[in-house]
Every structure is written in C-alpha cells, then in structure tokens.
C-alpha cells in the first residue's frame, strides 16, 4: 500500500515521458527564434533566391532596417550587434532543433530576452508595468498585446529549459551524456581491476608485504 500511495503522488509511473516536456519546448522555441533571427540578418527574404549561390540568400536592405531598429534602442554599436543577435538565434534555433548544448545556448537567449524585458520597462513606467503583469495578463483573451507578458513568458520557457536541458531520447546531448558516461565508467572498472591484479607493480594487492614485490617491507627501512 505504501509503494502504491508513493508512486500515486510522485507521478513516478510517468517517469518515462519525462522527455516530453523539454522536447515540446525545444519546438515551440525554435521557430520563433529562427523567424527573429533570420529577419534580422536578411536571411531568404527574397522571393528569387538561387540556392546554389550563397550571395543571393542575404539581403542587405531587410539587414539596414534592422539596424535602424536597434539604432533606437542603447544597444551600442547596433550595426555589429543586429548581426551577433540575429546570429545568435539562427544559431539557437537550428541547436534546439537537434537538441545540441542545449544549456550553452540557452544563456545567451536568456541574456537577449532579459534585454528585452528591461526596455520593455523602460518604456513606461515600471509600478504600471508590474500591475500590467501581474494583475491583467491572466485575464488577457489577447495576450500578444502586452509585450512584456510574453517576453517575460519567453524568459521562463528558456529558464525552464536550461534546468531541464535538452531532455532524452530525441536530442543529441542525451546521446553523447550516455556515450561519455558509459566511457568513464569503463575507464573506472579498467582502474579497479588494475589495482587489484597482483602481478601489477603499481598494486596495492599486497599492501603489507612490499617482498610480495620484490622490494623492501616498511620496518626494514628503519634500519
């Protein structure tokens, strides 16, 4: 009865779609980010791309409109940081797709969206803000008009996943965790059975009789 009321509350009966949540996550994200990211950097906007050159992916002019965009914000140096942000999501996108350094990239989108956030509040005042966010979102039925809402709840879904990582089965960091782990823990066994062979000469198999190994016992060093 007692293993019966444990796993009823601990859910543990569902231990084995606990991949779910950061997989769900990680497709959520992921769209967003590289929608965001390609806008920015003028990626594949134009409707007469030729795939086999590069050149024709990139459009300056889409890339100058975002600039400006930041230009209005206290980013410095907007015309080098519209490219390292837009990167940074392209980038972000495409790790979460597959599921690689999952954590590694979630702290600079976290940095991102917390820039965003903090001049979400600069732009009204911050006590109208809070109540804005705290007492109206959840009663909201469009919640897109409140930006700070949804940045907020982009910051916790990326916070979420940074804890969680990038989860298992469907993600190559779950891959090579289990590939490295399975590498130390052989590396452990080979040490221990190293150690204990007793015609090793590094091993402690005859800790007390040094002659077991040719050499000298402790007390005939004292004299």
Known sequence: MTK??????????LRGLDFLPSLLLRLFLAPMLWFSGSKKLGL??????NW???????????YDASVKVLSATP??????MNGVIGGIEVIGAFLLVIGFAVRWISLPLLALIGFTILLALGDENVVTAGENLLMTHAYNTDVTIDHLTVRVMYFLMVLSLFFMGAGRFFSIDWFLYRKLQRSIDKQEVSSSASQDNPFNLGSNAYPHNSFALGGTSASDKKF
């Open 4 to 13: 019966f009321l444990l796993g009823f509350f601990s859910f543990g009966w």
């Open 44 to 49: 594949f906007v134009e409707p007469d791309i």
């Open 52 to 62: 086999l050159f590069p050149v024709t992916w990139f459009d300056s002019a889409t």
């Open 75 to 80: 980013m410095p140096v907007p015309e080098i």
